[in-house]
């Protein structure tokens, strides 16, 4: 193979394993699939396996193709010793080095222990059908140094990675559905960093308005509402590919399509825990707000939120650390960003949520919108200990008038633009393509030390 395009199918034909690599369409284009065959020895993986992953890697990055491995192994071949160690190691290289070049996708379609499972986390996106299930330390070694005895799907399956550990971003019911979710998820993405993702034809004018989107914000401040539909509203053909949507449902990742232009939708979700943003949030949104900037993907926000969630445990396990990382991915993209402010926009959360602070492009308002240190009860506590309840409504509805407005925000230049809910997806849409020849000079620099 040269590096100027795939001109073979396959590689390592002959060598025997339980590796095959090869040259498939997926999204529209050519990618290169690595797939492990659990039938033979369930999948252990042998040093011949391992370099087989690695060259198909390697040729991935050579060609600027999608590299996607499927995988179902019980581990490294015990067999082998060492030598299967050292060639998953190879295997894990390869895939780092493909790492912000070509997008990784990985599907679990069975087993994956111990080495193998740590190549999932590698991925830019994981794939897990419902008989995958995956883990570092099997039950029974949890068993013998805990005293916990769990299964194997309750320990690393599907359900607990979707919902717990945030490894899932896709869920799938068998191994057809996985490749097709792969072929969705690749249609929204470039064939490397060096090119755009493609777009596609418009069915619907951008220019009508949504009128829909003029009541989805309920009249009730404490009330919810389901992100969703806003994002469905100003996606085109109101389709959007949400991932991650079980894990962290508090803030919703997703891809769509805006005006034709592939693009990556960051949301709070109001219907969980009123779209604070806790440690799970922030790394969610930090890991999606990564992958479209390395893969040229304009990033469209959807602010409502009052805050970070408070907790004790929270601030122990590093809420700081972790909220920082939100913050850090927006301020170090440079890729098109648009914020939307639908409602809240309070304190910290506001500032990390892509706000013009972080370097936002263009941020639009709708009237009804919220932009303050916090909220007018939180205030008026703070600013007028000593008042009486009845005093305390009065001056919070004062506050209201005089701070919870996007106008003040406007005034100060936070705010490019307040705008008609039903006009989001025209604004979007014209805003997207003002900024489609947006250039940003990179820093020389090896690379940024950010919180993890």
Not at 113 to 120: K, R
Not at 230 to 259: H, N
Request: glycine fraction near 10%; proline fraction near 6%; charge should be negative.
């Amino acid at each position: 193979m040269t590096a100027t395009g795939p001109v073979a199918t396959t590689i390592r034909r002959g060598v025997p394993g339980t590796v095959r690599a090869g040259i498939e369409e997926l999204g529209g284009r050519p990618a290169m699939v690595v797939r492990s065959v659990s039938t033979r020895r369930r999948g252990a993986l042998s040093l011949e396996d391992g370099i087989t992953l690695r060259d198909g890697a390697a040729a991935a990055l050579a060609h600027r193709i999608p590299l996607v491995v499927v995988l179902a192994s019980s581990g490294a071949d015990v067999s082998e010793g060492l030598d299967s160690l050292h060639g998953w190691g190879q295997a894990a290289r390869a895939m780092v080095a493909c790492s912000g070049t070509v997008p990784v996708v990985a599907v679990a379609t069975g087993p994956a222990i111990s080495g193998p499972a740590l190549l999932l986390g590698i991925a830019d996106l994981v794939v897990m059908t419902s008989e995958s299930f995956a883990f570092v330390s099997g039950p029974a070694m949890v068993e013998e140094f805990t005293g916990v005895r769990i299964g194997l799907h309750q320990l690393g399956g599907v359900a607990m990675h979707a919902r717990s550990s945030g490894l899932c971003a896709v869920e799938a019911a068998t191994d057809a559905d996985a490749m097709a979710h792969v072929d969705n998820l690749l249609g929204y993405l470039p064939a490397s960093t060096d090119t755009m993702a493609p777009t596609l034809p418009v069915a619907h004018p951008v220019a009508d308005d949504v009128p829909l989107l003029r009541g989805v914000i309920p009249a009730r401040a404490t009330s919810s509402y389901d992100v969703r539909h806003v994002a469905t509203a100003v996606a085109d053909e109101g389709v959007v590919t949400e991932l991650w949507a079980r894990w962290s449902p508090q803030l919703v990742t997703a891809f769509a399509r805006i005006g034709g232009r592939p693009v990556g939708i960051v949301a709070n979700q109001p219907q969980a825990l009123a779209g604070t943003l806790d440690i799970a949030a922030s790394q969610k949104g930090a890991r999606f707000v990564r992958l479209c900037d390395g893969f040229n993907l304009p990033l469209v926000t959807l602010v409502d939120t009052p805050g970070f969630l408070p907790g004790k445990d929270l601030e122990w396990r590093g809420m700081i650390r972790h909220g920082a990382e939100l913050a850090f991915a927006y301020a170090e993209a440079t890729v098109p960003r648009v914020c939307v402010i639908l409602r809240k926009a309070f304190g910290g959360a506001y500032i990390v949520m892509d706000s013009k602070g972080l370097g936002n492009d263009l941020c639009f308002a709708w009237p009804g919108a919220e932009i303050a240190v916090m909220g007018a009860e939180g205030a008026v506590q703070i600013l007028n200990r000593g008042s009486t309840p009845e005093q305390r409504i009065t001056l919070q509805d004062a506050y209201a008038e005089r701070f919870l407005t996007p106008w003040q925000a406007s005034e100060r230049g936070f705010v490019d633009a307040v705008i008609d809910p039903a006009a989001t997806r025209r604004v979007l849409s014209d805003a997207l393509g003002t900024l489609e020849t947006l250039q940003e000079r990179l820093p020389g620099r090896k690379h940024t030390v950010g919180p993890l």
